[in-house]
């Protein structure tokens, strides 16, 4: 640069840099929903449901395995205790849920300007959890490592859409496994500063977890904040197992969220209609929530569902069917009932590649769940192969996706400006609005502008290598993470985390499992 | 078979073409008691045990499992089926034992510790009963004490583990390296599945074969079967 010259503000580089950026809407730390949620069954509809749920509850109950100080628990609030199952009174788990867990609860993030807000009006988008492999176009499919951990992480810093670091985005195979929920947290702690999720495959995984939380925050923060949103499937049908158990306690304990979610493929884990898996998963819902409600009253518990069913044919897990669509809807409204916030969808879908099959149920499931009022939308990013891939191009494709729920749910702008009178009188008819004074204003945001999509003429696409949006999507990526800057993190903080995680990892042998 | 026919279809009144006919239709439509009644009805005719085994129910489970493969069968059909099956197993099997004859095999099948996931292993071992093997299924989160007192008290020829979780997949290896420990790895066939595994990951953990779905595992074990009993001539 000469500095010589003065120079009016504006001109090429400055609009370069805005437009090129991937980053095309603001960082927001949750949707704030401004349409109606889409409701499929009426009143007495979901009164049949509760009714029935509650049967089941009092009937048949629920199994809580190897637990017996849940037990205990439980029958010193009134459950029926035989062996391991637990029979609830009518009405006495809606009771207990309503007593005390919030409708909504701050989930601080170490940036507070990341601080989330989970339940009412809101959507919290957030990546996909749990596989154990991933795939990108150029190496295709693998055994996921904490180098791939680490970049999702870091890309989910970077995507605006997503306002939530997840938990296991992918499963770090190359670690042992009683220390690589080590890695994992501090992962989410160090390369991003948003909220993260924490450990839930053993009651001390939980602990330690909420260890290096009490250090990232600093000791008595937890008691009375929330920073951890943790998933705790139920085992359907009808069962919590002791895993999911202690894991709940260590979090409710201190004050942390859990997300009870009945984890249903319908036809081998519940029954094949929406009505009668609705039931269940409404009565496990509640079991699980009033658990976490005894352990600690007002404990943030999240009503979770994750719905998708079976192939009749082999078995296998399928996605963006109709069937779990309505599951979802219901199950919205029935958590909205409940006062409490919900968790479903994403972007699952069954496809191996991010190809057409791929897309079309990723989207039918990210549509629904926007639609019905999701708060918690765990799963929004990366999905493959029924979650057994976290995908590259895949998570870049979902981002954009992600985006455009955000307008969807902004709904109408029905300010004067929103309105365009002016825009209409100026124009008239027969002419174009291109240069109208309203659109010269309100062009650059007026439309969502895909992150991934290519509608350029046919010889120009051609020109640029024919490109599909898997390999469009490929270049995003890539350039995210070369461009990727670490938020900065208190190196007291830092050193403390490690110097913890290294006691910790000393203190016990490499296990297998 | 015409529809006047059907209601009082005796199966003493069919030759044993048209029984064992019948008995396949059976099968495909999971009659268990009908087909319990095919198998004893052949037997009072003088066949072997050997003989009904493979040509009435092997013969129509092999159909069943062509069908399930080309997605024309469902899940909850096959498993009807399978149970059928088990049904004429019943009878066959303490008839087997007395003759000397091969026996199809036998199965014991859990999850291993920390997992679980089930739904697969019970695929599994729906389409090993199909088949014809005797399935123990000793359910999930399985320890490798347990695993082995199964296989002490159940004398199975295979043993089967399933893992869905990263984090409990590698304790197959465990159970494995412990039965080597103790001398008693090469007694059995070791079978492992689960959708986060893959052949080099059975390989790795010294099983003798990864099975990528049920209909496979039910393959492989009629293979490995078939391959110790040549072995064993
Ligand atoms: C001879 O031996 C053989 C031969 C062949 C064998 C064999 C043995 N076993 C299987 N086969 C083969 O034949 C079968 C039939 O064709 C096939 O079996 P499959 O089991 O593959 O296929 C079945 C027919 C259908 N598939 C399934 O049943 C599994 C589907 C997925 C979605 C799944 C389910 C359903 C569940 N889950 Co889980 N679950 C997932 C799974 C993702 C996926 N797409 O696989 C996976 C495996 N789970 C995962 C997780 C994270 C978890 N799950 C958990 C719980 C559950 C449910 C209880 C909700 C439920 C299981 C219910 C049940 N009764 O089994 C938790 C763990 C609980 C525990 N302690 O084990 C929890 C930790 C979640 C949590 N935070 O609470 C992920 C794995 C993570 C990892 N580290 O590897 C996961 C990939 C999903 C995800 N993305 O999160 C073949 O693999």
Redesign the interface.
Known sequence: MSGARKRRSGGRANRVAARQSSVAVETATFIERKIPCFEILNQEALELIEYNADTLLEEVGIEFREAPAALELLNAAGAEIDGERVRFPRGLCRQLVMASAPSEYSQHARNPARTTIIGGDRTVLVPAYGS??VRDLDGGRR?ATIEDFRNFVKLTYMSPGLHHSGGTVC?P?DLP?NKRHFDMVYSHMKYSDKPFMGSV?HPDRAQDSVDMANILFGEGFLDQNTVMTSLINA?SPMTF?A?MLGAAKVYAENNQATVISPFI?AG??SPVTVAGTLTQILAEALAGMTYTQLVRPGAPVVFGTFASA?S????APTFGTPEPSLVLYGAAALARRLKVPFRSGGGLCGSKTPDAQAAYESANTLQTAALAGVNFMLHTAGWLE?G?VMGYEKFIMDTDQANMIAVLLRGVDLSENGQAMDAIREVGPGAHFLGAAHTQANFEHAFYRSTVADNNSFEQWEEDGCQDTVARANTIWKEMLASYEAPPLDQAVDEALLAYMQQRKDSMPDQ?? | MTDETEEELDLNDLDDTELVEQMHDDLYDGLRDEVVEGTEILLARGWTADKVLNVALVGGMQIVGVD?RD?I????EVLLAASAMKGGMGILRPLLAETGAKPIGKMVIGT???D?HD??KN?VGMMMEGAGFEVVDIGI?NSVEEYLAALLEHEPDILGMSAL????M??M??VVDEMVNRNIRDQYIIMVGG??LNEEFGTAVGADVYCR??ADAADQATRLMNEKHAANV
């Open positions: 154990p492999f055994y499963e195979v496994v495959t085992n197992d895993t493929l081998a884990m079976i009749m044919q082999s078995g029924g057994l297998s499992y | 399930f997605g069968l469902f899940v909850p291993v510790k920390g679980i739904i697969g695929l989160n979780l990263t984090t409990t590698p304790y290896k465990v959708a986060p779905d049920a």
